[in-house]
């Protein structure tokens, strides 16, 4: 939502205005998050060279910077010996939610713990791409199978602070 907006904002007010190369950083950034990295660094990249605010091109290199470390730590997770169920879970830490969501997918749980991980996992990084719907449905499905859980008590908070965001942006 927040990638679409910029991404607007960016048309309409062109390079010549100099909000330009902060709303840019935004955009990369965005892009960043939802597992764009090479369109991020693009963004990133654009900023640092064709920027004149000094600050400005200081916060794009330390975010290209830092999209690089976070881009091989995934790459370090997704090539590393851990189980799927492990994988997946820092690969959501890492904010790379499609991968932590087919990693999870094909995992195969040896325990209602593990099954119960791996399902709390897949909600939060669906619930992070925007996919709420199926999220509340995987926490709610939690709860049901096992209501005294560790998981189904963080599955009933999920579904708590998503009603009250969702209450609040009406």
């Given at each position: 939502k927040a990638f679409e907006i910029y991404k607007r904002t960016m048309e309409?007010?062109?390079q010549e205005n100099e909000s330009a190369p902060m709303i840019q950083l935004h955009v990369g950034f965005c892009t960043s998050i939802i597992g764009y990295y090479e369109k991020?660094?693009?963004q990133y990249t654009t900023?640092?060279?064709?920027?004149?605010?000094a600050e400005v091109t200081k916060t794009a290199k330390i975010l290209c910077n830092y999209l690089e470390d976070i881009h091989q730590e995934i790459i370090n997770v997704m090539t590393s010996e851990a189980d799927p169920i492990e994988k997946g879970e820092k690969l959501y830490k890492?904010?790379?939610?499609?991968?932590a969501i087919k990693l999870l997918d094909s995992a195969e749980p040896e325990t209602q713990e593990d099954f119960e991980r791996i399902q709390y996992y897949k909600a939060r990084s669906k619930e992070e791409k925007g996919?709420?719907?199926d999220a509340v449905e995987i926490y709610q499905d939690i709860i049901t199978q096992n209501p005294n859980s560790d998981f189904a008590v963080m599955s009933n908070r999920r579904i708590l602070t998503l009603s009250a965001l969702n209450k609040?942006?009406?």
């Open positions: 309409v007010i062109r991020a660094r693009d900023v640092i060279t064709e920027n004149r605010n890492l904010m790379a939610y499609d991968e996919d709420m719907k609040n942006n009406k």
